[in-house]
């Protein structure tokens, strides 16, 4: 493999780099205190000791209680659990609203849900990618099980407004659930004040490794476990702990904490840099998304009459590393589905580009990435079958 530490990464909303700081608390996890947390003998409780810590520490960046964290696998893990879990809570609830901009965690299920006779609506979007709260509102009623909303959005890092619906679901005896993905360590969440049910979580998206997440479960909010066998995780999620994994993303949670406010001026600083440098130097540069409400380090990008693909390439020639919101199946360019909620023209909808960014990224960084980004516009214009040179 290459020398991965010239890379510029832009691609933070995809997985991060893991903290340093966050291996050396993991490690002896893996080498020295290998025993299992649900051990009755010493050396598996001392590991209990720290798996407990973790819960501490992951609780406290989210205004929760350590007894409402449940540890999972990963993101996809706790969204599907709490979707479900509601479902089965009252069986006489058959529908299930969410919105057209969520990740494939949540509409991959809600695509099954639907194939299992289950009512699932989908609230539109505007073009700047906001919820329409009116066609909420109506499709919230008396038989909805849950309404799941995103906190951030991956894609353009639009913040929604989910205390406020979280309201609007309990006034109907529905749960309320969150994909806080890409929120959790970007903005300050104080579920304390929150009258949230469910909130889902990922490590590798704040510099903990893969393969871990959490789910936050309200006190008091019916839960029906998803990993059925053991008694892990109070007796809600079974399967033996990944030990490691927890330590790394409490320590990871709690670093978090001590980088939000840099990471909601300094970040986002760089990221307004970007931003404003690509608009001023690349003429038919859009930005998608709500700029008044937005995850500090996300920016998207639509460039008009360029294949988004093709940036990332030529970006990818300078060890740049960003993403486009399409995904190559079966041999077509799918444009992003968050996009086209948004109702992107055709145009700006294949061009599009998201920088997504961490503290570890530098100014010089974001100058370099600008100061390539007007060439490689102008070129792929030059030779764009659309003729445009605009
Ligand atoms: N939800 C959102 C908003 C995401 O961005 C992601 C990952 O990209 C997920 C869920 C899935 O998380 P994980 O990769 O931990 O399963």
């Known amino acids: 493999m290459e020398k991965a530490d010239s890379v510029i990464y832009l691609d933070n909303n995809a997985t991060t780099k893991v903290d340093p ?14 025993g299992n947390a649900s051990s009755v003998h010493s050396f598996g409780g001392q590991v209990r000791q720290h798996v407990e810590k973790a819960r501490e520490q992951a609780a406290a960046l989210v205004g929760a209680r350590p007894e409402e964290i449940i540890f999972t696998s990963c993101g996809t893990e ?11 809570n009252d069986i006489r609830r058959r529908k299930v609203v969410t919105s057209r901009v969520e990740h494939p965690a949540v509409l991959g299920l809600c695509k099954v849900l639907q194939q299992r006779g289950y009512h699932v609506e989908f609230v539109p979007v505007n073009r700047r990618g906001q919820l329409c709260m009116d066609t909420l509102v109506q499709m919230i ?40 993905v890409q929120a959790v360590g970007k903005v300050p969440i104080d579920l304390g004040r929150a009258d949230i049910d469910f909130l889902s979580l990922s490590g590798h998206k704040l510099h903990a490794p893969k393969g871990v997440g959490a789910m936050y479960v309200k006190k008091g909010t019916p839960f029906n476990q998803f990993l059925i066998g053991g008694h892990q995780e109070f007796g809600l999620r079974a399967g033996t702990e990944n ?25 986002a600083r760089l990221r307004d840099r970007l931003e404003q440098g690509i608009l001023r130097t690349c003429p038919g540069a859009r930005v998608n998304g709500n700029p008044l409400s937005r995850l500090p380090n996300t920016t998207n990008i639509s460039f008009e009459y360029i294949e988004g693909e093709s940036i990332l390439l030529m970006l990818d020639q300078f060890n740049v590393a960003a993403s486009s919101g399409s995904a190559c ?9 968050v996009l086209r909620a948004m109702g992107l023209a055709e145009t700006l909808l294949h061009g599009s ?7 570890y990224n530098t100014e010089e960084e974001i100058d370099f990435v600008i100061e390539k980004m007007a060439p490689i516009i102008k070129r792929l214009r030059e030779i764009s079958p659309f003729g445009h040179d605009s």
């Not at 700081?21 to 290998?34: C, G, Q």
């Not at 904490?257 to 840099?262: A, K, L, P, V």
């Not at 199946?329 to 992003?336: F, R």
């Not at 580009?353 to 503290?359: D, E, G, H, I, Q």
């Open 243 to 267: 030990v490691p994994g927890i330590i790394a993303l409490g320590q990871a949670m709690e670093t978090a904490g001590e980088y939000i406010e840099q990471e909601n001026t300094e970040m």
């Open 353 to 359: 580009v998201r920088f997504s960014l961490s503290r």
């Open 21 to 34: 700081a966050v291996v050396d608390v993991m490690t002896p996890f893996l080498t020295e205190w290998y």
């Open 78 to 88: 706790s969204d599907n659990a709490a979707i479900l879990s509601a479902l089965e």
């Open 329 to 337: 199946t079966s041999g077509s360019l799918e444009p992003s589905h």
């Open 141 to 180: 009623t008396d038989d909805t099980a849950v309404v799941s909303i995103m906190w951030g959005n991956n894609e353009t890092g639009n913040i929604y407004p989910v205390y406020e619906i979280a309201e609007i679901a309990h006034q109907h005896g529905a749960l309320f659930h969150t994909d806080a």
